[in-house]
């Protein structure tokens, strides 16, 4: 494959579908001796009730610990017997598992896949215990003021759709859900027919598909309710979030409506937030912890340069439906939020009344290109991207992600900065740091 | 067996005229090249009184140079989509970007360019000032950072290198000046200290064609070392509380100050620290307080050897009712290792993982270019990937017994948490 210029090795990639409904998805890749196995599956928060707010999220911890068939002490030390790693994660649209590690603990890595799809325990002792580890990951995101904003802009952004609320649950939730809301949410998504396994690596297509049926073959399919989420009404004016703690440094947030990954101003939205605040790329699992290419970018240049803001990111993540486009920045010390907000508010609307100069998107477009070779850098990355793709937006939509980008022109970069970050549809957010009681 | 075979990195090393290394390492995987320059430059050079002049010159060095403007550098990066970074330790300071292969010689004569000659325009040197007192003030309100800080200060004390914050404080911060940053530049920067690693999509005769014309015609004089100064080791218990009233949860940070990443003892301390709080989850560290009590979503501990002494440092974050619970399995886990050793089978699994792990370090360009610098640092020669494994093998469990029962001593640990204060109950 040949994407302006750049050589892509050629990849041949398997796709079969078991009885059961089982989609499976294997990539051969021989340059290290690994493999990389990934479940996914198609529940996420955005798929939750007001009520169990957190309950995907806890159930994917409940699925590391212990199976019919692998006991809960011994789930430790499979993978890592082969010097492997293992890990999982949900967010709004999917859940998913994963195991890296020499090839020849294929076999292994399947077992495990199969036995969490199945067979995993729920004791009462444990999801207990369970939940008290969550509330602790809640409690230590909460220390980082930037990360409580986030979640207070989001829940203001939305009305109606579940997303909302965030991954890891309202702490109220938490506290009440029980073992048996738990393990019946397992059993109604985690069937295969709504399921994607994606094998990567140094492993022979047809082998992989032999061993996949062997151990998934017989699990029955289920009945994965249909997606229902209630629509999100349009914002018709600004909203507002002012959170005054103790802390020590200011932040502020935007966020607007973002397009799905389905919809056309997705491309151009990707591009424009390149050209404001870096490209990041398109994978969740690895471009957003480093920081992007963005000294040239107009916010960048703008805030950072300016000296209002010590930090600049946007973000634009691809959704099954319309999730937010947020912008994030740290006040530089001593600068107070409104000039920093109007000084932001100005070099948006710039972007929003005249568009971006043709050199600065021919720029973002070739940031993209470059982000999205970093981002498959290994088994572990091109498996994380073939199966998110798969399951949050489906077939065929990650092998055109370079032409897409390739094909947006200025002048799409300029209708939708002008539709989409219009300021009655905006959410701003506050973080104001008090003096810390002594 | 079920240890992948270990097919070997094949690095080439080629000293330039002036005595710069560099290190090539072809790969295939994709088409991109990571381009690593490290230098002898990290805080353990500052002045004592300068606290944090090597964190601010990583920030300003690539912000103009004597060839081009911050600017022309802004614009060279944006426009190949590449993110230079430039990181800051006890001892090395390194400028690192990964770009796409077709771009290898625009960033490597850039890499070049900043390293050898950076102007520090003054307009430069406050707005990068400003972003690092913000980002002192952030540290300031952050508990996983000020318990880290401040277990760093507990176990080497205030004015040791090894004992400061890597950023300095807003009062040395404000001290620095064009003129030290450029002092700090001309007495650390010489081409006998710089170690280049280039990995990636590109030739090893490209490669070393490129440094040599970029590199080639640098002169400056050798830096002067400085040892580490030397660590009074603690025969007691030492414990702070930093009150942190706004937060939800507390932060632990427990440790203990080691052995050199030189010490013929460093694999048997690395395997103990699996064992203690690595494998899995994180050891037996989040056996006991994820697992077994649900008290802390993290618990584990990290294994930090340099040139001196490094620490070994636990972290778990809890609820602030549970600190001392959270406390007290910690010294259970470190006084039951220490006086028991490992079990045979935990001794076996973590030997296994660690080796077994090993193509799974070296399979991006940029973990190859890290483990390069590392080994090249410490003088553990090219084929460092290739011994590991042996060296990771010949560990027995006597010298595992021995390293947990010298260094696990809950009555010499230093503990520092930050957090909301408690009531007693």
Redesign the interface.
Known sequence: MAVSGITIPDRSTRVARLDNGLKVVVQEVHTAPLVSVWSWYRIGSGDERPGSTGVSHWVEHMNFKGTTNIPREQMKGIVERFGGTWNGYTWIDQTTFLETAARSALDQMLFIEAERMTNCLYDPDECESERTVIISELQGGENDPDQLLDTEVTATAFRAHPYRHPTIGWLEDLRAISRDELYAHYRRYYVPDNATLVVVGDVGADDVLRAVDRQFGRIPPGDPPPRRRPPEPAQIGERRVLIERGGTTAYLRFAWHAPSATDADFFPMLVLDAALTGAKGLNLWSSFRGAPPQRKARLYTALVEGGLASMVSGALVATAEPFLYGIALTATEGVALPSLEDAARAAIEDVRHDGLREDEVARAKRQLRARLVFESDSVTNIAHQIGYFETVVGPGFLDRVAASVEAVTPEQVADVARRRLARESCTVGWFRPLERRA | M????I?GLSPLRHVLSNGANVIVQE??????VTITAALHAGGLYEPDNLTGLAWFLGRVIDRGTAARSADA???A???????L?VSVNRHTMMVSC???A?DFEDLFALIGDVVRGPVFPPAEVE?RR??I???I??D?????VRASEALQQLLYGADHPYGRPGKGTIETVERITRESLAAFHASRFAPSSLSLVVVGEVSQARAIDCASEVFDDWTAAEPADRAVPPIESAATRRQLFIP??????S?IAYGFVTISRLDPEYYAYWVMNNILGQ???GGRLA?NI?????????AFSGFDPSIGPGPLVIRA???PRNVERAVGAIDVEVETLGTHGPADQELA?TK?????????L?????SIAAFLQTSEFFGLGLDHDRRLPGLVEAVTMEQVARAAQALLRPDRAAVAIAGPPVEAA
């Open positions: 079920t240890v992948a075979a097919s790969t295939a995987f994709s088409p991109a550098i802004a614009e990066l944006d426009d190949r989509g590449v993110t970074r990964t770009c796409l077709e707005k400003a972003e007192v913000t980002a003030r952030q300031q309100d952050n508990p996983a942190m009233p706004d937060k939800s949860q932060d494998f899995g989850l056996e994820r697992e077994r009590q649900g008290m802390a979503y993290y974050g809890v609820d699994e296994q993982f660690l080796i077994g792990s090993i193509p799974r070296l399979e991006t360009n940029q």
